[in-house]
């Protein structure tokens, strides 16, 4: 199984971004792929996650943030990036859970398959 995150960058405040992750050797349906990032210093957070057509927002996602997804790749557009935006961007993908379930801190530990995480840069 391999979940390949891409789409960061350098990118000024107000700007946008698409991030994508690609997934590969598994079934891409049966799974809630989810969205974290993790800035220096700062613990792990949830960002967005999709099961079939169910979406599920963190909080700094609302308004901002859109998730989706194609046949195996799922999306993250986030709009009006903010500095505090800048983290590494991982892509995750859970059996067991919803997309609501990702957003659980006490899932994090159950996450089946982590993608290798994509650097977004918002300057101000």
């Known amino acids: 199984v391999q979940l390949q995150a891409s789409g960061g960058g350098l990118v000024q405040a107000g700007g946008s971004l698409r991030l994508s992750c690609a997934a590969s050797g598994l079934t891409f349906s049966r799974y809630a792929i989810g969205w974290f990032r993790q800035a220096p210093g700062k613990e792990r957070e949830f960002v967005a996650a999709i099961k079939w057509s169910v979406l599920y927002y963190g909080d700094s996602a609302k308004g901002r943030f859109t998730i989706s997804r194609d046949n195996a790749t799922v999306y993250l557009q986030m709009n009006s990036l903010k500095p505090e935006d800048t983290a590494v961007y991982y892509c995750?993908?859970?059996?067991?859970?919803?997309?609501?379930?990702?957003?659980?801190?006490?899932?994090?530990?159950?996450?089946?398959?982590w993608g290798q995480g994509t650097q977004v840069t918002v300057s101000s």
């Open positions: 995750a993908a859970d059996r067991g859970a919803s997309a609501r379930d990702m957003a659980l801190s006490s899932r994090v530990g159950r996450i089946d398959y």
